[in-house]
């Protein structure tokens, strides 16, 4: 019963817990914090959302996820991933929509997590994974486009070549004061997070400084400069009124059949990206703190967090990497430092919210790109030529579905790939070998009427061939099987092997089978393929192919030894 309990890691992480570490996790959590504000505010922008959506967000489901999570230091919170989806959502269906599919998915991942499934989320091929996330990243960068060159576009469409064509369209529109601001804060951003540690001790406090995020300090120059200079850019403040200062009653959607029928898949959709996203920045916490999260854990406190944050004006939440990895090199020790982030952005929207309309949405955009760029895994296509045919084709259809259609229909086609391959690499893995005179001498002579075969691998629905085959070469006298190398059957499997019994009893061919155990053991034995193969005689199932190829030879019961496999 105690795997199914509902057991936070906060619980286990208290032990002992003592002013120094509150201390660490206190400082980790006020620097994540400055970390999350501006790209929780540009993820719900690009989300075609209130740039406070993100922030509720990063409050609510950032609290919720490190205080009921299975992460010691896992920081939750709106993430890249989820602008495709969450846009095309919105557009679609509505804001209303997306808090019923964010909701839906919150109950998904959570009994996915009861359900004890957190390790399967694994099983997705690493060419899938990164298929999408470098198209999610492409995809990111280009919504930032009308931002970065200040374009007068009303509404962005969600589609690919719906997004070039307004782009291209309304060329004429573009800022160059917004191009500025928005070159400007991404070379500040690139030279503060890279040049700057590099340094090293050749400038004073070099150090100390790089600890300050590259993405808040070109978000305070580019407001800072925008608001003196009074420049003719966008802001948060002429598009959106502002950012409350107080956080959001309780908001219930109104709730329609017609539309709500066809978030199944961006309900899935959702739920798989935010147990892809949750696990894999686990484990690279693990990596660095020398830890183990709890999958299962981990995956519940996703579903809570995403099943309460939308009524409350929030939007879909996973684990995030770079927040994360900021948590963990900040000398974070605790969910502690997760539940203190949340706490510090709701005194900042409490306290400075009426700042946030000075900033100018170019810097967002620069910030977003920042952010494409680090998301996606651009060495793996150079080093595509060192990987197998099917590899290549799986990732580079998963990145081209991802970009020019639908995320939904990537995933869809990546798990379906995925299994594709599978099945065929088990396939081609398993096979069937005859035995000859060079392989046991005691065939010598006998090879005309006693043919053995060696089965490898796993006898299964598209493995069936390696059985079906011998049933044009079937020996005058005697056909002995050798399944000691065989690992797996399935009923598919056992249905082929009963079609050849019938073969050898029509044919008046002997059938032995030799080396069955542990699982194929227990299959013929259920299905009653083993009661079969007695049927006759009961020599005609061995533990070995020594004693076999003896039954066989002789036509007789060998003097000594066990007649019977053995069962595990």
Same mark, same amino acid.
């Given at each position: 019963?105690?795997?199914?309990?509902?057991?936070?890691?906060?619980?286990?992480?208290?032990?002992?817990?003592?002013?120094?570490?509150? !201390?660490?996790?206190?400082?980790?959590?006020?620097?994540?914090?400055?970390?999350?504000?501006?790209?929780?505010?540009?993820?719900?922008?690009?989300? @075609? $959302?209130?740039?406070?959506?993100?922030?509720?967000?990063?409050?609510?489901?950032?609290?919720?996820?490190?205080?009921?999570?299975?992460?010691?230091?896992?920081?939750? +919170?709106?993430?890249?991933?989820?602008?495709?989806? #969450?846009?095309?959502?919105?557009?679609?269906?509505?804001?209303?929509?997306?808090?019923?599919? *964010?909701?839906?998915?919150?109950?998904?991942?959570?009994?996915?997590?009861?359900?004890?499934? @957190?390790?399967? #989320?694994?099983?997705?091929?690493?060419?899938?994974?990164?298929?999408?996330?470098?198209?999610?990243? !492409?995809?990111?960068?280009?919504?930032?486009?009308?931002?970065?060159? @200040?374009?007068?576009?009303?509404?962005?469409?969600?589609?690919?070549?719906?997004?070039?064509?307004?782009?291209?369209?309304?060329?004429?529109?573009?800022?160059?004061?917004?191009?500025?601001?928005?070159?400007?804060?991404?070379?500040?951003? #690139?030279?503060?997070?890279?040049?700057?540690?590099?340094?090293?001790?050749? !400038?004073?406090?070099?150090?100390?400084?790089?600890?300050?995020?590259?993405?808040?300090?070109?978000?305070?120059?580019?407001?800072? =400069?925008?608001?003196?200079?009074?420049?003719?850019?966008?802001?948060?403040?002429?598009?959106?009124?502002?950012?409350?200062?107080?956080?959001?009653?309780?908001?219930?959607?109104?709730?329609?059949?017609?539309?709500?029928?066809?978030?199944?898949?961006? *309900?899935?959709?959702?739920?798989?990206?935010?147990?892809?996203?949750?696990?894999?920045?686990?484990?690279?916490?693990?990596?660095?703190?020398?830890?183990?999260?709890?999958?299962?854990?981990?995956?519940?406190?996703?579903?809570?967090?995403?099943?309460?944050?939308?009524?409350?004006?929030?939007?879909?939440?996973?684990?995030?990497?770079?927040?994360?990895?900021?948590?963990?090199?900040?000398?974070?020790?605790?969910?502690?430092?997760?539940?203190?982030?949340?706490?510090?952005?709701?005194?900042?929207?409490? !306290?400075?919210?009426?700042?946030?309309?000075?900033?100018?949405?170019?810097? $967002?955009?620069?910030?977003?790109?920042?952010? =494409?760029?680090?998301?996606?895994?651009?060495?793996?296509?150079?080093?595509?030529?060192?990987?197998?045919?099917?590899?290549?084709?799986?990732?580079?259809?998963?990145?081209?579905?991802?970009?020019?259609?639908? %995320? *939904?229909?990537? #995933?869809?086609?990546?798990? $379906? =790939?995925?299994?594709?391959?599978?099945?065929?690499?088990?396939?081609?893995?398993?096979?069937?070998?005859?035995?000859?005179?060079?392989?046991?001498?005691?065939?010598?002579?006998?090879?005309?009427?006693?043919? =053995?075969?060696?089965?490898?691998?796993?006898?299964?629905?598209?493995?069936?061939?390696?059985?079906?085959?011998?049933?044009?070469?079937?020996?005058? +006298?005697? $056909?002995? %099987?050798?399944?000691?190398?065989?690992?797996?059957?399935?009923?598919? @499997?056992?249905?082929?092997?009963?079609?050849?019994?019938?073969?050898?009893?029509?044919?008046?061919?002997?059938?032995?089978?030799?080396?069955?155990?542990?699982?194929?053991?227990?299959?013929?034995?259920?299905?009653?393929?083993?009661?079969?193969?007695?049927?006759?005689?009961?020599?005609?199932?061995?533990?070995?192919?020594?004693?076999?190829?003896?039954?066989?030879?002789?036509?007789?019961?060998?003097?000594?030894?066990?007649?019977?496999?053995?069962?595990?």
């Amino acid at each position: 019963m105690s795997s199914w309990m509902f057991r936070p890691r906060l619980l286990d992480a208290l032990v002992g817990y003592d002013r120094a570490r509150f !201390v660490k996790d206190l400082a980790a959590g006020l620097t994540v914090a400055v970390v999350a504000l501006p790209l929780a505010m540009a993820f719900a922008i690009a989300s @075609g $959302l209130k740039p406070e959506a993100g922030i509720f967000t990063a409050i609510i489901a950032g609290f919720l996820i490190a205080g009921l999570g299975g992460s010691r230091v896992q920081i939750g +919170g709106p993430a890249g991933a989820f602008i495709v989806i #969450v846009y095309g959502i919105v557009e679609r269906y509505g804001v209303a929509n997306l808090i019923i599919a *964010t909701a839906l998915s919150g109950v998904l991942l959570f009994v996915m997590g009861l359900l004890r499934l @957190g390790t399967l #989320v694994r099983f997705i091929p690493v060419s899938v994974i990164i298929g999408f996330t470098n198209g999610i990243a !492409v995809l990111i960068a280009l919504s930032q486009v009308k931002d970065f060159l @200040g374009l007068s576009i009303a509404k962005m469409p969600g589609d690919f070549f719906g997004i070039l064509g307004a782009l291209w369209g309304h060329l004429h529109s573009f800022n160059p004061w917004a191009l500025g601001v928005a070159v400007a804060s991404l070379a500040v951003i #690139v030279v503060w997070q890279r040049w700057l540690p590099a340094l090293g001790p050749r !400038v004073q406090f070099s150090g100390r400084l790089s600890v300050v995020p590259g993405s808040i300090v070109a978000l305070v120059l580019a407001t800072a =400069a925008v608001a003196l200079f009074e420049l003719p850019v966008e802001t948060i403040g002429s598009r959106f009124g502002g950012i409350p200062g107080a956080l959001p009653a309780l908001e219930w959607p109104a709730f329609s059949w017609e539309s709500a029928r066809f978030l199944l898949m961006p *309900t899935v959709t959702l739920a798989l990206l935010g147990a892809i996203e949750s696990l894999l920045c686990a484990r690279v916490a693990d990596g660095m703190i020398g830890d183990r999260h709890d999958p299962n854990q981990e995956l519940m406190a996703q579903g809570v967090a995403n099943f309460i944050t939308p009524f409350f004006g929030g939007m879909p939440a996973t684990g995030t990497i770079a927040r994360t990895v900021t948590n963990v090199k900040n000398g974070a020790t605790s969910p502690v430092a997760g539940m203190t982030h949340a706490l510090v952005l709701l005194v900042v929207i409490l !306290v400075a919210a009426p700042l946030a309309s000075s900033i100018p949405l170019a810097c $967002l955009a620069a910030i977003l790109m920042h952010v =494409a760029w680090n998301m996606g895994e651009w060495r793996e296509f150079v080093l595509l030529k060192n990987y197998r045919a099917t590899y290549r084709a799986t990732l580079l259809t998963v990145f081209f579905l991802t970009v020019v259609f639908d %995320l *939904t229909v990537a #995933v869809e086609f990546g798990i $379906l =790939a995925a299994c594709v391959v599978f099945i065929y690499r088990i396939a081609s893995l398993s096979r069937a070998v005859r035995l000859t005179a060079a392989d046991r001498p005691e065939l010598a002579g006998h090879e005309e009427r006693v043919q =053995a075969w060696r089965l490898y691998g796993a006898l299964f629905f598209g493995a069936t061939r390696l059985v079906e085959e011998l049933h044009d070469r079937l020996p005058p +006298g005697t $056909l002995v %099987l050798d399944a000691k190398n065989l690992i797996y059957v399935d009923s598919t @499997g056992a249905e082929a092997l009963e079609a050849l019994i019938r073969r050898c009893r029509e044919q008046r061919v002997r059938l032995i089978v030799s080396g069955l155990s542990d699982q194929p053991l227990d299959i013929v034995g259920r299905t009653g393929l083993l009661a079969q193969l007695r049927a006759l005689s009961p020599d005609d199932v061995q533990p070995d192919l020594a004693q076999a190829l003896a039954v066989a030879i002789a036509g007789t019961r060998p003097a000594s030894g066990p007649t019977e496999p053995q069962s595990p």
